[in-house]
T-cell receptor, first 111, second 111 residues
Framework: DAGITQSPRHKVTETGTPVTLRCHQT?????MYWYRQDPGHGLRLIHY???????DKGEVSDGYSVSRSKTEDFLLTLESATSSQTSVYFC??????????FGPGTRLLVL | SQQGEEDPQALSIQEGENATMNCSYK?????LQWYRQNSGRGLVHLIL?????REKHSGRLRVTLDTSKKSSSLLITASRAADTASYFC???????????FGTGTRLQVFP
């Protein structure tokens, strides 16, 4: 987890409210990723970034948006949280198409 | 649908035994990676094997790749209780910059 932090680590929110998760890195890696992990599905890519202001969708991007205004920060926003977005969210970073380094995760509960 | 599927979904063994996990994937890859996840933690990279490699070793880990069968295996020799974790394969597809994870194998090593 060294070099990658996620905040908050735990969050409980209500359906319909906006939620923003933050990923911060100190490694100056080019790529940053947001995944969600749910039982029976493994990790699924939500969005990723290949540079400042450069982002692209993953396999489960509906209902999520991202922003990267600085190399070190990658924000994931749930515009209007739904119960189906209850999950554990992981941020990851990488230099290129090889090893990814993961953050500690954020547990989100949407009531 | 998932690019990678691990088999078995769960595996229980005694300390000292070997553990073998298999991963199958669907489309051509640039490389295949194995990650470990301890309960409640982020994923940790174990080993990467490129599409032009057939076998790779790292300590007690041995990974094989058969691109003709679109499959890989992870062998952990002389397992320890500390190896208890979930293990995921992940693939980087040709001409993409995304890592696609399988659903994982839960390994339990009893002392």
């Amino acid at each position: 987890d060294a070099g990658i932090t996620q905040s908050p680590r735990h969050k409980v929110t209500e359906t319909g409210t906006p939620v923003t998760l933050r990923c911060h890195q100190t490694e100056n890696h080019r790529y940053m990723y947001w995944y969600r992990q749910d039982p029976g599905h493994g990790l699924r890519l939500i969005h990723y970034s290949y540079g400042v202001k450069d982002t692209d969708k993953g396999e489960v991007s509906d209902g999520y948006s991202v922003s990267r205004s600085k190399t070190e920060d990658f924000l994931l926003t749930l515009e209007s949280a739904t119960s189906s977005q209850t999950s554990v969210y992981f941020c990851a970073i990488s230099k290129g198409m090889e090893t990814q380094y993961f953050g500690p995760g954020t547990r989100l509960l949407v009531l | 649908s998932q690019q990678g599927e691990e088999d078995p979904q769960a595996l229980s063994i005694q300390e000292g035994e070997n553990a073998t996990m298999n991963c199958s994937y669907k489309t051509s890859i640039n490389n295949l990676q194995w990650y470990r996840q301890n309960s409640g933690r982020g994923l940790v990279h174990l080993i990467l094997i490129r599409s032009n490699e057939r076998e790779k070793h790292s300590g007690r880990l041995r990974v094989t790749l058969d691109t003709s069968k679109k499959s890989s295996s992870l062998l952990i020799t002389a397992s320890r209780a500390a190896d208890t974790a979930s293990y995921f394969c992940a693939t980087v597809l040709i001409n993409t910059d995304k890592l696609i994870f399988g659903t994982g194998t839960r390994l339990q090593v009893f002392p």
